[in-house]
């Protein structure tokens, strides 16, 4: 068998995130026999000479590229990663022409061909990836052209394109768990590493801008709590990582699973400090006790705006007085919350953007992260509302400001609330 090298081309740093996806991948193919090891390159530095290093060190016939984000989300200061990637390709095309390069992540989901076609890759994988990963090299090391793998994604010797669409597995609790070793370097200590754990994939709710349900399915898929409690009972015990994030897009939904979740952690009297994202809609008094009990620390409410006009047009399926009533259940459990804002949705105003904020201010919110603009993603409402632009185009920065409210409106308004509380974020 051929030794595999997996990399998180991810390099953001506010903090470093672990790669999860990657080490899924990861621990899929040591449970299947492979040998591989991993780069997460929020902890080296992102130049030829370190990657061609480990490559020497290493000599991997296959590498594996995860790609997390087309860019930084940012309508103001926009950073393509683009560029970035197709470097680390180059350098492995240096290194060695003959080394098979397989793309995957969610960022690659997103716009696969863009991705083949912008990096000259060999392969990519859409979707989750794990048994992919096994079944593509499995094909490529009996010296076949692949064929059948669930999302995999490459352009023939001839030019044309071949895809296999992405099966999602209903079943998620496997044998293993994301590694939590298997990196080729260390962790520094100045770049700690923000940990985190998944307890299901989909999402069944439909706000305009997000391709997470196109990307991951529309029926939410279960871990059960058990397995999700004996894997952080594992990160606590084997590799003393006691602080992390449940990364689900929405923990409380369904809200059943997420409180069957705490019971399961409480039971393990665990020394935990974790947080997760919330949907105000599955936000009881019962519930909040719970996270308090089983170790949440701090919670995310992806509220977007506090104005029912624009709650509506995003399809949020929440309104201001659920918005209401979270801070206050938040306050009763000492839980500390901040709320995130997108600015700009199609019915923003002047008056929305004050209704939010002043809103903000009534409830003395104590930390809030705005970010100006709505990235324009294929397969979501607000493509189509954006006027379908070419896939080709999306792979760079783009995005949607309300033809009613301009950035430099949006900047000004928000600029004295952001003078007045010190915490408030926005970008
Ligand atoms: S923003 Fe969150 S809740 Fe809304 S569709 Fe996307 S993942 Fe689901």
């Avoid at 994988?125 to 793998?149: F, K, M, T, W």
């Avoid at 293993?176 to 299901?200: E, I």
Wanted: charged residues 20%; hydrophobic residues 40%; glycine residues 8%.
């Amino acid at each position: 068998m051929g030794r595999v090298l997996l990399i998180s081309a991810n390099t953001e740093k506010r903090p470093p995130v672990f790669p999860l996806g990657l080490s899924y991948i990861h621990a899929s193919l040591v449970a299947s026999g492979w040998e591989a090891g991993m780069l997460d390159m929020t902890q080296l530095e992102y130049t030829r000479e370190a990657v061609t290093n480990y490559l020497n060190a290493y000599a991997p016939d296959y590498i594996g590229l995860s790609i997390r984000n087309l860019d930084n989300c940012c309508m103001q200061y926009p950073r393509s990663f683009v560029d970035q990637v197709c470097l680390m390709v180059d350098w492995v095309r240096e290194w060695n022409s003959r080394a098979s390069i397989i793309l995957g992540g969610a960022g690659f989901s997103l716009l696969p061909r863009q991705w083949l076609q912008e990096t000259g890759a060999d392969y990519g994988i859409v979707g989750d990836g794990c048994d992919s990963i096994v079944e593509l090299l499995s094909q490529l090391e009996a010296g076949q052209v692949p064929s059948a793998v669930s999302g995999l994604m490459f352009r023939t010797r001839a030019g044309e394109w071949n895809y296999w669409s992405p099966y999602a597995p209903e079943q998620l609790d496997q044998e293993y768990y994301p590694s939590r070793s298997g990196f080729l370097h260390s962790y520094d200590v100045d770049r700690r590493v923000r940990h985190n754990v998944l307890t299901k994939r989909g999402c069944a709710l439909s706000c305009t801008y997000c391709a997470y349900p196109s990307l991951e399915g529309r029926a939410v898929r279960l871990r059960s709590p058990k397995g999700v409690a004996d894997e952080i009972e594992q990160m606590v015990v084997q590799y003393d990582i006691d602080s992390f994030d449940f990364v689900d897009s929405v923990f409380n939904y369904p809200l059943e699973h997420a409180e069957e979740i705490c019971r399961e952690l409480i039971g393990r009297t665990l020394p935990l400090s974790w947080g997760c994202f919330l949907n105000p809609r599955f936000f009881t008094a019962e519930f909040a006790g719970l996270l308090k009990q089983a170790g949440c620390r701090e919670v995310e409410f992806g509220i977007d705006s506090g104005s029912d006009i624009c709650l509506r047009s995003f399809k949020k399926n929440f309104r201001q007085a659920e918005i209401r009533s979270v801070v206050q259940l938040c306050r009763d459990q000492a839980l500390d919350f901040s709320f995130c804002l997108l600015i700009g949705g199609p019915e923003e105003t002047s008056e929305t953007l004050h209704e939010t904020l002043d809103l903000m201010e009534e409830l003395a919110v104590q930390r809030i992260f705005g970010l100006f603009g709505i990235r324009i993603l294929p397969s979501t409402d607000m493509y189509s509302y954006a006027g379908s632009p070419e896939p080709d185009e999306l792979l760079h920065p783009k995005f949607f400001m309300s033809p009613q409210l301009s950035l430099e409106q949006a900047n000004s308004i928000c600029a004295p609330y952001r003078e007045r509380n010190p915490d408030w974020m926005f970008i």
